[in-house]
């Protein structure tokens, strides 16, 4: 790898104190024109470009954002890091993605990290297993700007940007109400996570209130592995079900491969509706009808509250993204 050209390099070759090719670096006014002229076009020449890390420990400004997600297997999480990338860039940030691996050990050990780097903010997609909210609150203690983003605490005092949860899960239960299927398997993620409660309490509420609450089968899918493993049970049995309903792309990952396996026709034998990001109902034929919920729409509002609160707006708030039925040929 080429070497990194120095301010003791370019002060070496010049002949000049460290202190001068940094001032003249800067356009400072007490450096003559014509040294300024020779610093430029040598540091040019060199390709020279500042530490900005070393700045920013000098100056504690890094313009430096992290991003702490669970893994980076799924499109929601790497959307989102692509939106927040894109408008960091435009105001001068870099992005630092830490993964967890979803263990709040891991996870303690990132926020560590993002403190001896200095970050000047965090954005964090919780563990379904993180439980002490300290090493958060002792960072927001320390005028650390800390925004949760879609799997989020469900205690107050925090800043959170979520989807619209309660919203896409009564959109998908009327669907299927609409469609007329009479035994539904409901899959739905971990219940530690208060994004999984949501969904589950609203979608349950709506065929409660329309008197069909028998015609749920509920099961928790924790990886797309177990929900494949649900699925498959269920068709052995003889009152198979006729629809599925999947809370996550993980879980309609698993679902698929069951149906493939069994060689299910869709929508004739077993109808098929998501909650998504988007990519993964696409791959399918016929499509899956899903719910939106974009990861980039909230990277942007993530973002944006962001700076909000970088420029000192610390006011707890729940905001979320709007929740958009996209049809497909699976119900």
């Keep these: 790898m080429k070497p990194v050209t120095t301010v003791f390099e370019l002060s070496k070759i010049l002949k000049l104190s460290p202190s001068t090719i940094s001032r ?25 470009q500042p530490n900005l890390f070393a700045v920013g420990l000098r100056t504690s400004n890094t313009r430096e ?35 967890s691996g979803d263990d709040p050990i891991i996870e303690a050990a990132n926020l560590r990290v993002c ?17 002490d909210l300290s090493p958060f609150q002792r ?16 205690q107050n005092g925090f800043i959170k940007v ?18 007329r299927r009479k035994k539904i398997l409901s899959l739905f993620g971990d219940m530690h ?21 028998e015609q749920l089968i509920i099961n928790i899918a924790t990886t ?42 869709i929508p004739d034998e077993v109808a098929v509706i998501s909650i998504s990001n988007g990519f993964f109902p696409k791959l399918y034929h016929p499509e899956i009808t ?5 990861g980039q729409k909230l990277g942007f509002l993530a973002f944006t509250r962001m700076m909000g609160y970088v420029n000192g707006d610390t006011t707890e708030q729940e905001l979320t993204i709007e929740s958009v039925l996209v049809k497909g040929g699976s119900l």
């Design 290 to 294: 899903y719910v939106e919920t974009s």
């Design 193 to 213: 996570m208060s994004i999984s409660k949501r969904r589950y309490d609203t979608f349950t509420n709506v065929f409660e209130k329309n008197g069909l609450q």
């Design 139 to 154: 960072l927001q203690k320390l005028d650390l700007p800390i925004i949760f983003f879609d799997k989020v605490p469900s």
């Design 24 to 48: 003249a670096l800067k356009n400072h006014p007490d450096i003559a024109p014509e040294t300024r002229q020779k610093v430029l076009e040598l540091a040019q020449k060199l390709d020279y």
């Design 224 to 265: 797309s592995e177990s929900a494949r493993e649900l699925v498959l049970h269920a068709f052995q049995e003889p009152d198979r079900p006729d629809a599925i309903f999947c809370m996550s792309d993980e879980i309609l990952i698993g679902v698929m491969k069951a149906i493939q396996m069994i060689g299910l026709s």
């Design 65 to 99: 954002l992290a991003v702490i997600v669970p893994n980076l297997t799924g499109f929601f999480y790497d959307s989102f890091i692509t939106a927040v990338e894109r408008e960091a860039s435009i105001l001068g940030y870099s992005l630092f993605i830490l993964l």
């Design 162 to 179: 979520c989807v619209a949860d309660d919203q896409a899960a009564l959109i998908a239960a009327e669907e299927l109400i609409r469609a």
């Design 115 to 131: 403190k001896q780097r200095k970050v000047e903010g965090i954005f964090v997609c919780i563990t379904p297993h993180t439980e």
